[in-house]
Nanobody, 119 residues
Framework: QVQLVESGGGLVQAGDSLRLSCAASGRTFSNYVMAWFRQAPGKEREFVARINWSGGSTYYADSVKGRFTISRDNAKNTVYLQMNSLKPEDTAVYSC????????????WGQGTQVTVSL
């Protein structure tokens, strides 16, 4: 498994931008599909975005499409989530996750970083 550490969360106002980072260590980063998930208080964890090993393929939840951008830098073993036009409903703990391409389940998770969007 790969070890993951998120950073970049914080308190922002609606309409602001924020960039999350997830640093990986322990395994060959470029072997992994990377994703971001989030969990709001009292709600189930939900998928936000994923990116394939090369960065050439991305996929987003409808709720963030057009506002969030996932990217990765394999030389830095880091995946990013650029979040623009933030809304109060984006408030959640954001976690990054990793899985090998041939595996369906994400089996490496970070501890999460809090994002709070105020009106």
């Amino acid at each position: 498994q790969v070890q993951l550490v998120e950073s970049g969360g914080g308190l922002v106002q609606a309409g602001d931008s924020l960039r999350l980072s997830c640093a990986a260590s322990g395994r060959t980063f470029s072997n992994y599909v990377m994703a971001w998930f989030r969990q709001a208080p009292g709600k189930e964890r939900e998928f936000v975005a994923r990116i394939n090993w090369s960065g050439g393929s991305t996929y987003y939840a409808d709720s963030v499409k057009g506002r969030f951008t996932i990217s990765r830098d394999n030389a830095k073993n880091t995946v990013y989530l650029q979040m623009n036009s933030l809304k109060p409903e984006d408030t959640a703990v954001y976690s990054c996750a990793a899985r090998l391409s041939r595996v369906v389940v994400y089996n490496s998770w970070g501890q999460g970083t809090q994002v709070t969007v105020s009106l």
